[in-house]
C-alpha cells in the first residue's frame, strides 16, 4: 500500500501548503491537470525532471487506492 508520507509533502512554508512531491516544489495537481488534459505521463515528466516516474506512479496508485475506498465505503 502507498503511503502518501513516502510521496507527497505539504508545509506551509512551500507554495503556501500546496501538496507536492517529496524532495520538489511540483504541486500534485500539476500531474492531474497534465494527465485531465490528455497530455501522457512522460510528457509530465519531461517538464518537470525532478519528480521521478515512480513518484508520479505511486501518486496514481494512491489516487486509485483513495477512490476505490470512496466508492466502496466498508
Do not use: C, W
Request: negative net charge; proline residues 8%.
Amino acid at each position: 500500500m502507498v503511503t502518501t508520507a513516502r510521496v507527497m509533502h505539504s508545509d506551509p512554508d512551500i507554495l503556501g501548503g500546496v501538496p507536492v512531491f517529496v524532495g520538489t516544489r511540483v504541486p500534485i495537481k500539476t500531474l492531474l491537470d497534465y494527465l485531465e488534459a490528455g497530455d501522457p505521463l512522460d510528457e509530465f515528466l519531461d517538464h518537470f525532471p525532478s519528480v521521478q516516474r515512480q513518484q508520479a506512479i505511486a501518486i496514481l496508485e494512491l489516487a486509485k487506492q483513495m477512490l476505490t475506498a470512496y466508492a466502496n465505503p466498508a
